[in-house]
Structures are given as structure tokens and as C-alpha cells.
């Protein structure tokens, strides 16, 4: 996390406190019977709601009026996000309606999630019932815009329902964006009517979109005529008293015009054959499967938008390959997304898939123990598993050896498991030659928190690889290899009594006896908290109980005014760092586990406003406002929701 700071510091603005940020976000939950559950939304004007599905993210939906700001898919080419916005900071899509020639005031309208996922926003005025949902339904490369207007007047009116569209630019993402220069065009959409394709042309047509629009006319125009590639559709109707019309608006991606153009047609017929009430309800059955229940509305609207958040947003397939591909977040809110990490993708959002979608994460640890391979423990790659940021991380290096054993044990797939042998045999190889023979413990060159740690034996860090040791150990004993499994175990053990007699001192100061350093070089020792890799989970990685003394004294060093970033003092406070000034997703998380932190860390969950409702890298330990730069975060969502479910789900589900 430290480099991703550093890098880019020039962009990332101090954190300021949002005090208006204390309200809860989900406020009812109800049921529905034609599209499933729907969890009403409290949204400030400036909030973004994210939708999509595997092959199209629709990051920030914007609150104040349901226009898309950008769109984006993952490609393989191009190793990240391709990302498209309007001209001039304009939204790219832009819905309207106009009533008798004038135009309607559709600004804060009311929001609802049906499923948690899908965005529903309403507005009445005088008389007129106006309604925007936007939809991704899984597996269609495309996603559709629903527009409603029902007239409750007396007397009829001529209405328009209507959605305007800028092609200002093409992004590649991966961490920042940077516009690609190329030509930008609009025409008919091949072999498709009514819509337009959008194209994004070098030597050759590097991507491309369409928007179709059954029912609806269009206008189009291109430079010098227009800033940029634009158009505008609309139907007309008269609305007779009682009456309602409803139009529909279909975004679909391709690598070129024709893919483009036909992944819209596709979705086009999906919605004639079953109605757009229908691909809604198909959709919400989608939603509905990956979910769990705490019996608890809010918990559960929390838990579960932050569960889709994380499949869908730290996971996705590539446009140009077809290839399932992880990363930090689809949303480029997030400051440093489209890039792997293996903490990010094994240790906080697989546990997410594992709770709610088993295959999901059969197809995630496939992706790590094949193209990510080879790098595993390199800080950060591109998603094609070239290294991007370089430096060992020991955490991230063990991080697919424990996900594959939670995988393992949940589903005992001994198929995969098998077809994987050789992976493991890497793996546990890679880990090893990290191994000190003076100390007994492994080393590391950056911490958690991506940052570089001066003093090599970090101790969640030989925590988490004695976890490891014992997840192989029981690998390799289903493997059917004895020898391998009890050398695993033997060294397992020896790293235990090795934490034990290094990691441990007096030396903290206004401490009352040991505790757990963060850090040592086997002769001296550094007392902080790395919260992306917390002394708090030594309990819940089974290492010691929550009341052994060391561990007990520990958590009241570290939550005393002994440490610097303890936040002890603040409403909302837990332990910080020197890197992470506030309190993060991840002290909530792994204070859930404890039976000491579980009331503070359930307090600032239901507290917080997060991104309107999706989980960041932290908030404010004052006022319980997001952190600004850690937005839409979509592995730690999954860390999150994870930790809810661990603490309250009632469901028993997977």
C-alpha cells in the first residue's frame, strides 16, 4: 500500500472529514414479489452507485440524476481497464425526458437496489411518476437502461423519454488513467437497427461500442460538427391520463464494430422474449443466489452489496480473451485499480467467493495458480502477470497456498486439487528459500501495507506462512504424499516456537510485560500495527486464543495512548498506522472476530455512509466518513462482507 501512495502522491489530496457522512445508508428492506428484494438507499447528490456484470462495469451511476459517468471493460491487450467517457466531463449516457416540449426535472430522485446490485431511482412530479433502472444481466456482454414515465394527471401530455451519449475518450487503466490517442467515430450500428456503434480506431479498430434502441429515434453527429462522437435517441408518446410507456436503451462492448454491435441484438432479444420485467427478474434470481443472511436488513444489505461488489468488481473477464482475470477494483474511483495483488485476491476477496459462489472461486484460484504463478509474492502485477510494482511480500506469497486449502476443505474438490500439484510444489518451494536458519523465521522486504520494512521478520507475516505450512501439510496429505506433509508439519512447528521466543518483547514502551512486536531483526524490535496484515488476527488464523496473556496484552498496548495511531480516544476509532492514519476496513473486519473489538468494530460498520454503501480502504476515526482515496475498494468489500458473515450469518449456507 505504500508505493501505492507514494507513486502518487501528487495526486491523492489530504483526507478531509465529511461530519454530515453519520447516516445509515441502507434504511428499509422490503420483498417483492415480480423482482426480488429491494433495499431503499439514503444517497448524498455527489454519491455514484456501481452495477455490472463479468464482461461490463458501470462504476458511478451518479445520484443526482442516474446518468453513467464512464463505463469500462477488462482487456488483456491492453493489461487493464479500457475505459470510455464523455466529452469534456460530461457523462457518457445521459438520460432525459421532456414533457411537452419542455424539460423534466429529474434531480435526486429517490434510489432503491433491487438484489442489492440493481440501481432503481424514482422521481414524482407534478402528477408524472418517472423511474431509470440500469441493468447488466450476467453473462451478456452488454447492459440495458430501462425509462419509465406514467401519467397520474387528468389530462393527456406529450412526453419524451430520451438518452443522450459523448464519446469524449478512451483510458487504459491500471492504477491512473491514461487517454489513448486514436480516432473516435460513430455510425450505424452493422447489421443492427435502430443503434449506433462507437469506434475506437489505431491501425485497426481497437474497441468498440453500440448503443441500440428499439422503439426510438436517433440523431448522431461527429467532429467538427460536435466536440465529440455523439447522439441522441428518443421515443415520443402521448400519455393518455393513467398511462405509462417505457423505453429501453442497450450498451453493448465488442474488440470491434460488428461483437459491438450484436452483443447489444443479443440483449435486445433477450428483453423482447421475456420482457424487460423479466431479464430484471432474471438478474435479481442472479443476485439472489449470492446472498447470505444475518437476519438482521441492515447487516445483510451492507454484507451482501459488498459480496457482489467483490465478484464483480475484484473479478471479470477480459474482452479481447475471455479470460477470468482478478484485481483490486473495476471502479477507477479506486486509486490504484486494475492491477493483482496476491493478498488482495486470495486472502480478502476469495473468502468473499467462497461464502456465496464456490465455482466463482474455483475460477479465481485458477487464474492465481496459473498466469499469476510465476510472480506470486512480487508486490503487484498487471493482470497478464507481468510484474508491475517488484519487491517480496511474504504474505502475498503464501496467500494462494491458504486460499487453496480453505478451497480444498470447503468443497474437497480432489480434482482440482490434483491438477495442481505442481503449482503447490512452487509455491511451498518459493517459501522456503525465505527461510533464516539463524532465527527460524522468514523474511520479507515490504510489509502488508506495501511498504519497505527495514527489519526483515515480520510477525503477522511467519504468522500467516506458519498457517501456510499447515494448509500444505494437509495438501500434501490428500495428495497422498506422507513424506511431504510431515516435512511441512516439522517446519510448521519449529516456525512456531521461532515467533515465540523472537517476536515477542518488553521493550514496548508503557507496556506492563510482552508483547508481540510487528517486526524484528532477531535483535531489535518494532512496536506499531500494519493493518493490512494485523497482530489482531492472530486469534482467527488459530496462532493463540483472544485471552492468551500476550495476545491480551497486545491488543490493550495497541488500542492504549501508548501507540501513536491508536485512536482510542475517537468515536470511531481503532488502531492506524504511520501509513494508514486512520481506522481501515480491515481493523473492522478483524476486530469482528474478537470478542473484545466485535461492539466497536459492529458500531462503525452501521455507522458509516462507506461509498455510498460500498466498502473503502478506511474511514475517519472522528466522524466515521469515508476515506476519499480508498474508494470503491473492491477486495477489501469482500474482506468485509466476509467478516460480517463469519460473525452473523444465520443461514448456514455453502
Known amino acids: 500500500m505504500a508505493e501505492r501512495t507514494n507513486a502518487l502522491a501528487c495526486l491523492r489530496p489530504r483526507r478531509t472529514a465529511i461530519l454530515a457522512g453519520l447516516i445509515l445508508l441502507f434504511v428499509s428492506t422490503v420483498f417483492a414479489s415480480d423482482a426480488g428484494r429491494r433495499t431503499a438507499l439514503l444517497l448524498k447528490p455527489e454519491d455514484v452507485l456501481p452495477t ?199 450498451l453493448g462492448v465488442g474488440v470491434e464494430e460488428f461483437s459491438a454491435a450484436h452483443a447489444s441484438r443479443a440483449l435486445r432479444e433477450m428483453l423482447d422474449r421475456y420482457g424487460s420485467e423479466g431479464m430484471l427478474q432474471r438478474t435479481a434470481s442472479w443476485c439472489r443466489s449470492r446472498t447470505r443472511s444475518t437476519g438482521q436488513p441492515d447487516l445483510d444489505a451492507l454484507m451482501n452489496r459488498n459480496f457482489l461488489f467483490t465478484e464483480l468488481y475484484a473479478w471479470g473477464k477480459t474482452i479481447d480473451t475471455e479470460q477470468t482475470i482478478g484485481i483490486t477494483s473495476r471502479s477507477p474511483r479506486y486509486y490504484v485499480s486494475a492491477a493483482y495483488w496476491d493478498r488482495d485476491a486470495m486472502l480478502w476477496s476469495f473468502p468473499a467467493l467462497l461464502d456465496t ?38 504474505d502475498e506469497a503464501v496467500a494462494p497456498l491458504i486460499a487453496l486449502a480453505q478451497y480444498i476443505k470447503q468443497t474437497n474438490d480432489t480434482v482440482f486439487l490434483r491438477e495442481h500439484r505442481d503449482a503447490i510444489l512452487f509455491l511451498c518451494d518459493r517459501i522456503l528459500a525465505r527461510s533464516d536458519s539463524k532465527t527460524g523465521l522468514y523474511s520479507s522486504l515490504q510489509d502488508s501495507q506495501d511498504e519497505y520494512q527495514p527489519m526483515p521478520y515480520l510477525t503477522y507475516d511467519n504468522v500467516l506462512t506458519w498457517r501456510a505450512l499447515l494448509d500444505s ?98 468515536q ?15 481493523a473492522v473486519a478483524d476486530h469482528l472476530s474478537l470478542a473484545i473489538g466485535h461492539d466497536q468494530a459492529l458500531k462503525i460498520l452501521r455507522a458509516s455512509p462507506w461509498d455510498g454503501g460500498i466498502i473503502t480502504e478506511g474511514i475517519n476515526p472522528s466522524s466515521a466518513a469515508m476515506d476519499q482515496q480508498g474508494r470503491a475498494f473492491a477486495t477489501a468489500a469482500g474482506y468485509v462482507a466476509h467478516a460480517i458473515c463469519q460473525s452473523a450469518c444465520v443461514d448456514h449456507k455453502h
Open 473 to 570: 501439510a494437509a495438501l500434501f496429505t490428500q495428495l497422498g504424499d506422507a513424506e511431504r506433509a510431515a516435512d511441512m508439519t516439522q517446519r510448521a512447528t519449529a516456525l512456531h516456537a521461532a515467533i515465540l521466543a523472537h517476536c515477542i518483547s518488553t521493550a514496548a514502551p508503557a507496556s506492563d510485560g510482552p508483547i508481540f512486536a510487528s517486526a524484528t531483526d532477531g535483535a531489535h524490535f518494532a512496536f506499531t500495527e500494519i493493518p493490512p496484515g494485523a497482530l489482531m488476527r492472530l486469534p482467527s488464523l488459530g496462532f493463540v486464543q483472544e485471552i492468551d496473556p500476550i495476545f491480551a496484552r497486545t491488543y490493550h498496548w495497541l488500542h492504549s495512548s501508548a501507540y501513536q495511531y491508536a485512536y482510542a480516544d475517537k
Open 357 to 394: 459462489d464456490p465455482t466463482m472461486a474455483r475460477e479465481a484460484l485458477l487464474y492465481a495458480l496459473t498466469v499469476q504463478l510465476r510472480n506470486t509474492g512480487t508486490h503487484s502485477r498487471f493482470i497478464d502477470g507481468v510484474v508491475l510494482e517488484d519487491g517480496f511480500q511474504l
Open 572 to 586: 470511531f476509532g481503532l488502531p492506524g498506522s504511520y501509513r494508514l492514519p486512520f481506522t481501515t476496513s480491515w
Open 52 to 250: 455490472g456484470n463479468e464482461w461490463i462495469a458501470l462504476p458511478d451511476i451518479r445520484a443526482i440524476d442516474g446518468a453513467l459517468g464512464t463505463f469500462n471493460v477488462l482487456s488483456m491487450r491492453d493489461r487493464g481497464l479500457l475505459q470510455v467517457m464523455g466529452d469534456g466531463g460530461a457523462p457518457v449516457l445521459q438520460p432525459y425526458f421532456t414533457i411537452d416540449g419542455q424539460p423534466f426535472p429529474f434531480r435526486n430522485p429517490s434510489w432503491e437496489l433491487i438484489e442489492y446490485w440493481i440501481p432503481t431511482a424514482h422521481l414524482t412530479v407534478d402528477g408524472l411518476d418517472a423511474t431509470l433502472t440500469w441493468c447488466a444481466p450476467p453473462g451478456s456482454r452488454a447492459a440495458f437502461l430501462r425509462i419509465t414515465l406514467t401519467n397520474h394527471r387528468n389530462a393527456p401530455v406529450a412526453a419524451e423519454l430520451g438518452l443522450k451519449g459523448s464519446f469524449g475518450s478512451v483510458a487504459r487503466v491500471t492504477y491512473v488513467p491514461v487517454t489513448l490517442r486514436g480516432e473516435r467515430t460513430v455510425g450505424e450500428a452493422p447489421w443492427v437497427s435502430p443503434g449506433e456503434v462507437f469506434s475506437y480506431i489505431t491501425s485497426d479498430t481497437h474497441f468498440a461500442w453500440s448503443v441500440i434502441h428499439p422503439g426510438s429515434q436517433a440523431q448522431f453527429t461527429s467532429p467538427p460538427l460536435s466536440g465529440a462522437p455523439a447522439f441522441n435517441a428518443s421515443r415520443k408518446v402521448t400519455l393518455a391520463p393513467g398511462q405509462a410507456a417505457e423505453s429501453l436503451f442497450i
